[in-house]
């Protein structure tokens, strides 16, 4: 079993839609949960970055955990054009030197 | 504040030729190192993580050898290219030591193309 699964999409929405990305996690013990925004042939960059359970606005970015299902999300509100990308989910090991990644979810946000 | 270099940012080689990619963090000292390679609708690969000067771990068994030189420098090498290892190389950070709270950073990739 991977240690992070992530839905791969890809997903297109309109202009303004609410978008939900989902990853599951193996580890009850992962505390640490971090969202990643790839654009085109460019690194990707840490979008937001959370700790244990609940939720996380920054913006129009939302990170919630539930670690009774271990499930993690990203909603991104009122959706832009600017905003399509590639978004990963990310758990560090619990040493820290290791890193788990999904294998990216594609989005398009049509105007 | 730390930021993370690499280049070239795209190449073309011919099969058989050598390959050098090199990337340097500043800002920060003792970083764990990584290289990274992305294939289209794939995710991200781990190739090698380096903890310290001369420390080198593999991941993937392949004809891709990595070395640190230097405290913030990484290096990905291969003396002889092959078809299949075109793909999006990506160069990455994060903060030594042993903690579950770590992040990680990467720099903006290298495009390789072997033809």
């Known amino acids: 079993q991977k240690e992070v699964e992530q839905d791969p999409g890809p997903l297109s929405v309109p202009e303004g839609a609410i978008v939900s990305l989902n990853c599951t996690y193996s580890?009850?013990?992962?505390?640490?949960f971090m969202w990643y925004r790839q654009y085109s042939r460019k690194g990707p960059e840490l979008l937001m970055y959370t700790y244990s359970s609940g939720n996380k606005e920054d913006g129009r970015f939302t990170a919630q955990v539930d670690k009774s299902s271990k499930y993690i999300s990203l909603f991104i509100r009122d959706s832009q054009p600017s905003d399509s990308a590639t978004y990963l989910c990310a758990i560090p090991s619990n040493t820290g030197n290791q890193f788990y990644f999904g294998t990216g979810t594609s989005l398009t946000v049509i105007p | 504040s730390q930021t993370i270099h690499q280049w070239p940012a795209t190449l073309v080689q011919p099969v058989g030729s050598p390959l050098s990619l090199e990337c340097t963090v500043e800002?920060?000292?003792?970083?764990?190192l990584y290289w990274y390679r992305q294939a289209a609708g794939r995710g991200l690969q781990l190739l090698f993580y380096s903890v310290g000067i001369g420390q080198i771990s593999s991941e993937v068994p392949q004809n891709l050898s990595a070395s640190r030189p230097q405290d913030r420098q990484f290096i990905l090498s291969s003396k002889k290219l092959l078809l299949s290892d075109s793909g999006f190389y990506l160069c990455?950070?994060?903060?030594?030591?042993?903690?579950?709270?770590?992040?990680?950073?990467f720099g903006e990739g290298s495009w390789l193309t072997v033809v």
């Open positions: 800002g920060t000292s003792n970083p764990n």
């Open positions: 990455a950070w994060s903060s030594s030591g042993t903690h579950s709270g770590n992040t990680i950073y």
């Open positions: 580890n009850s013990a992962f505390q640490y």
